[in-house]
Structure formats: C-alpha cells, structure tokens
Nanobody, 121 residues
Framework: QLQASGGGLVQAGGSVRLSCAAS????????MGWFRQAPGEGREFVAA????????KYADSVKGRFSISRDNAKNTVYLQMNSLKPDDSAVYYC????????????????WGKGTLVTVSS
C-alpha cells in the first residue's frame, strides 16, 4: 500500500528526491514518516510530517539538508535530500501512523518497501 521510489547512486554533495506513493487507501489523515536502515543497523527516524503538514520533525543528522513534504491529493509524501553524505547511505522506508506523534519506528501502522540510496565519496 506504500511504495517508496527515487533511490539510487549519487555522489557526495548531490541531491535525491524520494517519493512514497500510497495505494489502496487514502493516507491523508495519517502522519507520514521517513526512516532509514543501514546494513547492520537498526531502523532510524529521518523525518516526519503530520497529516495537515502543520508539524514537521527531522533527525538532527539531517536538519538543514533534508526536507519532507506531502501532497494529499496525490496520496504521496516526498523527501528532498540535499548535500548528501556517505553516512546517508541506507535503505529508506516510508511509513504511516494514524494517531501517534512524534513518530517512532516501533509505532508505525504501515510500512512501505524501501528504496536504496547509496552516496559515494
């Protein structure tokens, strides 16, 4: 029901825009989040946005470089990633949560399949 896309190989300092498209149900009343998981690591929070877009949170490691947004009419959430670093390399997952805020990896109602972002130095 959630499908992330847009990942790939990018050089350090470059930019990538991830998309998370929902199907089968509307997520317009869900908070949406992006999380990432590097090999051998746990899934960590990256960014989140409430259903209305009025509240947004970022992990400290991506503040000022990443930007989350959503288009409820298109049932899609985006993650614009700028000034990428090799440490940003991971599989990026989007998730949806109906009632909790802030979002945590253990509390999401739905997860999409991830998209791999590899940042070369």
């Amino acid at each position: 029901q959630l499908q992330a896309s847009g990942g790939g190989l990018v050089q350090a300092g470059g930019s990538v825009r991830l998309s998370c498209a929902a199907s089968g149900r509307t997520f317009s009343r869900y908070s949406m989040g992006w999380f990432r998981q590097a090999p051998g690591e746990g899934r960590e929070f990256v960014a989140a946005i409430t259903w209305s877009g009025t509240s947004i949170k970022y992990a400290d490691s991506v503040k000022g470089r990443f930007s989350i947004s959503r288009d409820n009419a298109k049932n899609t959430v985006y993650l614009q990633m700028n000034s990428l670093k090799p440490d940003d390399s991971a599989v990026y997952y989007c998730g949806a949560e109906r009632s909790s805020w802030p979002l945590t990896a253990g509390g999401m109602d739905y997860w999409g399949k991830g998209t791999l972002v590899t940042v070369s130095s």
